[in-house]
């Protein structure tokens, strides 16, 4: 997700916001992880706290035919860990 953040006197901040689902041992998506990161200087907000977010755009992950998207955040010898 492509977001903007506005301080209150109006500064603002680029983001890249992503959202991965998780999975529990049964294999069931049971919670979700957010990840941002900045893509302009954090500085342009001048210490003040993000108090708008907008959404700008929304794409989707787009795995090969048949699969589904992972995300493997932990592995040890090829084993998931978390």
Do not use: N
């Not at 795995?63 to 040890?76: D, F, Q, S, V």
């Amino acid at each position: 997700m492509a977001a903007e953040a506005r301080a209150p006197r109006g500064e603002t901040l680029g983001l890249e916001i992503t959202f991965a689902p998780l999975t529990s041992a049964s294999g069931e998506i049971d919670r979700i992880i957010g990840l941002y990161q900045p893509t302009t200087p954090v500085a342009s907000l001048l210490g003040q706290p993000i108090k708008v977010l907008i959404v700008r755009g929304v794409t989707t992950a787009r795995p090969g035919e048949g699969e589904l998207p992972r995300l493997r955040l932990a592995a040890i010898d090829g084993r998931q860990i978390a």
